[in-house]
């Protein structure tokens, strides 16, 4: 029963590191893209900050679903009997 709950453990801190390593190499990429446009075209900046936003926002969203399934698996895990 413990080594189930040991690589409970394991398996979502991998869930949550790797989401978020995932997340910040999106967001840093997509915000060297976004300064990269605006530079070109400056008139656009506005656009484009809007749909940075935005983009941020989804990249978010699915790292903090990982976290709520990690989460759910730490603490009301479907797979341990009791």
Do not use: W
């Not at 978010?60 to 990690?70: H, K, M, R, Y």
């Amino acid at each position: 029963m413990e080594h189930v709950l040991g690589f409970v453990a394991l398996a979502a801190g991998l869930i949550i590191g790797l989401g978020a390593i995932g997340a910040c190499i999106g967001i840093g990429i997509m915000g060297s893209k976004y300064l990269e446009a605006a530079a070109r075209q400056p008139e656009l900046m506005n656009e484009l900050q809007t749909k940075m936003f935005l983009l941020a926002g989804l990249i978010d969203a699915a790292f903090l679903i990982g976290v709520g399934i990690a989460m759910m698996f730490a603490f009301a895990n479907p797979f341990v009997l009791q």
